[in-house]
């Protein structure tokens, strides 16, 4: 009987197969293509970070929420950072972070500028880098942004101003409680505020300052403003970390009743404020989708792409006490809890 020469022939057919992927992998033959046309033995993800003005509020964890979705989705190594401590102050911290993007040879940054001017040179050498750059929320006066997505500041001010000329008092004599002249996100929102009340007769900027971006120095100027101005019956302010800094003064001087506060963001102690009365409404804007929108954006750009648009307006909405309970005021009110 004839022996089976089956086995043998198997046998040496698996060789010949394995010897032909060893010398695929080794001369790069037969290496996995990845989407871009790139050829990888190990797909490699592209980096991106994401630099906020802080880590600490409901507003940043809201757009690191968004980001985090995006990234995901499209498959990017996503690091999000920005300087520690309650507030939005430390520009030179944001720029140290910019110049370890550029040592670690990142391939985007998603960016939002604590200083409009004093980011400007460190984004500008992160571009020379090869790094493409997207700002969310808060612009840098720097050419080499290639797209920009936040909210439309100059509306949400006049949406602001909008609700306090719907103040039924003979005479309104306001208070502007801004955050860093820097930046530029704050000023438009107040040129926004200003261009609108300012066209009612009722309407006088009896007192205007800026503070620092933060609870503390918010609480404080507004304590001040209210004591050297007790004619004062309408605030309004410009961010979350001001917006908790003018509540914190209204509730310690008993003045919820007689003031009307316009404020923007949100976050559980804001919204407490907003059910108790010491804020009676608030310019919500949308971080969730700032985050998301900026990857994809940065996406696009690592995929060899021109965005559809060098700027991207998100929503933004008013909630009162009237409306907090709508679904669409509760989604944007509690959007920090996005995940």
Request: charged letters at 25%; hydrophobic letters at 40%; a negative charge.
């Amino acid at each position: 009987m004839r022996k089976s020469r089956r086995k043998p022939f198997i046998a040496i057919g698996a060789g010949v197969i394995l010897l032909a992927i060893l010398f695929f992998v080794l001369t790069g033959d037969g290496l996995w293509k990845g989407k871009e046309g790139s050829t990888n033995s190990v797909i490699e993800k592209k980096k991106v970070v994401f630099l906020t003005k802080s880590m600490d509020s409901s507003f940043w964890q809201s757009a690191y929420a968004g980001a985090g979705a995006a990234s995901a989705e499209y498959n990017l190594d996503l690091v999000c950072e920005g300087p520690d401590g309650d507030g939005e102050e430390d520009y030179e911290a944001q720029n140290e972070m910019i110049d370890r993007a550029i040592r670690e040879q990142v391939d985007a940054l998603l960016f939002s500028a604590i200083d409009f001017e004093k980011n400007a040179e460190a984004i500008d050498r992160a571009a020379k880098a090869g790094i493409r750059i997207v700002v969310v929320d808060s612009p840098v006066n720097s050419e080499a942004v290639e797209c920009y997505i936040g909210t439309n500041n100059y509306e949400a001010g006049c949406m602001a101003g909008e609700e306090v000329l719907g103040n039924p008092a003979e005479n309104l004599n306001i208070g502007i409680v801004n955050f860093d002249k820097s930046t530029e996100n704050g000023q438009l929102r107040e040129k926004g505020f200003r261009d609108t009340v300012l066209n009612d007769d009722r309407a006088n900027i009896t007192a205007s300052i800026n503070v620092k971006s933060t609870i503390t120095d918010a609480r404080e100027g507004t304590e001040r403003m209210l004591l050297d101005n007790p004619q004062i019956n309408v605030i309004v302010t410009f961010n979350e970390w001001t917006t908790l800094g003018v509540g914190d003064a209204v509730e310690a001087l008993g003045a919820g009743e007689r003031t009307q506060v316009v404020a923007f963001d949100s976050n559980v102690k804001s919204i407490g404020m907003l059910e108790k009365g010491n804020i009676d409404a608030l310019i919500v804007q949308n971080p969730y989708a700032m985050g998301y929108l900026g990857i994809e954006q940065i996406n696009t750009l690592l995929n060899g792409q021109k965005p559809e648009k060098k700027e991207t307006a998100t929503s933004s909405i008013l909630v009162t006490r009237e409306n907090m309970y709508d679904d669409k005021s509760q989604k944007a009110l509690f959007s920090f809890e996005e995940k």
